[in-house]
T-cell receptor, first 109, second 116 residues
């Protein structure tokens, strides 16, 4: 069973915020929400992760709902270089990273 | 962030030969390394997990005798595809995770294998 559900694809205009949703209704108490992205023909890149509090770093913000059943990754000012497949993964710290199908984000000029 | 390298980035080999792919953690010690495979337009599929100095643990359906993994040091893991066939052509990606309180996985740039 898939632990997360993400839209297959999304579009975003350059310079606007990209909000990528993820549903994880069966998340366990010790599982974190991780976000990675993969630009075409490259290895995945770590973006951010969180347990229950909202998190922000130089790349993005992660908003986790109070019940932890869903989250949103926010790229505040999307650029063309942000075009990639974004993966939302829930796992406990020592678990393996298992990738789903992700969301293909296309940023257009 | 931590840097993971892979070598070679691309390799073409003839059917029946073996190919070795190296994965190195450049600025941290990787107690655990992972190998993934990705076919075109598909997601990454975990093949195996290796801990330094011990045998790799393979995911269901992955042939351990065909995909030999060695994790001889805290900075190097190798994947050898033995007797490669065209259906083994794929994008192979490694990742590394440090020990202690660091659980983030850092990925290499990938190796494109083409078997002719």
């Amino acid at each position: 069973d898939a632990k997360t559900t993400q839209p297959t694809s999304m579009d975003c205009a350059e310079g606007r915020a990209a909000n990528l949703p993820c549903n994880h209704s069966t998340i366990s108490g010790n599982e974190y929400v991780y976000w990675y992205r993969q630009i075409h023909s490259q290895g995945p890149q770590y973006i951010i992760h969180g347990l229950k509090n909202n998190e922000t770093n130089e790349m993005a913000s992660l908003i986790i709902t109070e019940d932890r059943k869903s989250s949103t990754l926010i790229l505040p000012h999307a650029t063309l270089r942000d075009t990639a497949v974004y993966y939302c993964i829930v796992k406990a710290n020592t678990d393996k990273l298992i990738f789903g199908t992700g969301t293909r984000l296309q940023v257009f000029p | 962030g931590a840097v993971v390298s892979q070598h070679p980035s691309r390799v073409i080999c003839k059917s029946g030969t073996s190919v070795k792919i190296e994965c190195r953690s450049l600025d941290f010690q990787a107690t655990t390394m992972f190998w993934y495979r990705q076919f075109p337009k598909q997601s990454l599929m975990l093949m195996a997990t290796s801990n330094e100095g011990s045998k790799a643990t393979y995911e269901q359906g992955v042939e351990k005798d065909k995909f030999l993994i060695n994790h001889a040091s805290l900075t190097l893991s190798t994947l050898t595809v033995t007797s490669a066939h065209p259906e083994d052509s794929s994008f192979y990606i490694c990742s590394a995770r440090g020990g202690g309180n660091t659980y983030e996985q850092y990925f290499g740039p990938g190796t494109r294998l083409t078997v002719t």
